[in-house]
């Protein structure tokens, strides 16, 4: 920081000089507090990265525990033209056949034909869907057929009659259609206006013999036959829990068919389970991988990781061994332990899978894996549990942070000190330096006044 400029009595560059001594003596003390701050920051991100490789593998316990990931069913279809199927882990491993007698449709209505140009009159339409009614003012400067469309479509208490307008050689007919399939939806519209009102040609309940409007498409329930004993319906394509914990998602009827049924095919995800177990095994390697990069020391290079030396990393390791080694107590008999799933810890530290005997374990053992890992005392839990006493908000892990967090405040704290010090050193150097300046040139005077007198004498 210039303060002032060069001096003119004594020739000195003040400025350049003061900063030079004030940067001399900042120097070492800015180079501590950068050195500690870096030492600090390389600290946190070592710590922010173990503790994310063990949130990974502790998420993943948690989606064990919670969210039936080891209970996977899958449900299949031998002829998907006619239906599909998903299964939740609810669902019973067996065939059943389904024979799709019906399918749901929705409601839909047409008017005979007039002129879309002609004003149809005042009057009222109460229009009925699903046990639901709302009535549509039409007012006589806005009763053209495509003014009633947009009254019926606007109106904000329509539960979903959607209306249209299909034009033939004749003239325009409205169309009312129900946005959702099945016999509760149907559509009943009663007219308010004058018998002679072109509105009566709106008219329509299927309860009566005689309507203004033609059923297009009549409103149908969805029917099934399930292993030729049961007669399930729905409002909708999709027939939901009754084969237990299964979807059934219609197309197509099988009446006419050759096969004139489908065949569901609910069974084991095997896959699914093998492949989150695998992932369990990953995320101990990716943790077991970090860990070895960030404790590491090499005696030959003398190279060491950010954490050398750190206990935590050396408690995590072997607490998660044990929890590896030790039986479950409440598992199941044919899975209590890691191993006997062929899981098992290799000479370099890293898990490895024995991929013939969990094969094996799914296959026979199928409901027991899943009791062993998502038990309420399994082994999800018991690593989790182990997990969240290190990286949770009392954690080691995140005691270690805020320790270091404390540091870099003081070290924010050290740097503001040393700037306001600098800044004094700074003025009082200078200052310092003014005066000598001011001095000489008074000294610089008064020799000038002394030799200018010589020659007289």
Known sequence: MN???AATASGLDINNMVNKIVESERAPKEARINQQRDQVDVSLSAYGRLKGSLDTMKNLMSDFRRNDALSARMASSDDTDVLTATASPEAIPGKYTVNVQQLAQSHKIVSSSFDEKEKLGAGKLAIGLAGTQFTVDIPEDESKVLDVVRLINRHPSNPGVMASI???????RLVLASDKSGEENSIKVKVDAP???????????????????TEMQQAKDARVLIDGLAVVTSSANVIEDAIKGVDLNLAQLTDGLETPHAVVDVSYDRNQVGGAIEQFVNAYNQFFDVSQELGKFDPQTQEKGPLVGDTIIRAVTNQLR??????????????????????TTSMNGRLEVDY??????LDKNF???GEFFGGPKGFARRVEDLIHSHTGITGSIRGRENSLNDQVTRLNSDQ??????MDSVQKRTHDQFTAMDSAMGKMQGQLGSMMSMMPQM
């Open 3 to 5: 303060i002032g400029a």
């Open 166 to 172: 299909i034009k033939d050689d004749v003239g325009a």
């Open 195 to 213: 018998s002679f009102s072109t509105l009566q040609k709106f008219g329509f309940n299927s309860n009566h013999d005689v309507n203004s409007m």
């Open 322 to 343: 044990a929890a590896f080694s030790n039986p479950v107590e409440d598992a199941p008999e044919s899975v209590k332990t890691l191993s006997e799933l062929g899981i």
């Open 356 to 361: 013939d005997m969990l094969d094996k374990q």
């Open 367 to 369: 409901a027991d894996v």
């Open 416 to 421: 503001a000190k040393l700037d306001r010090r």
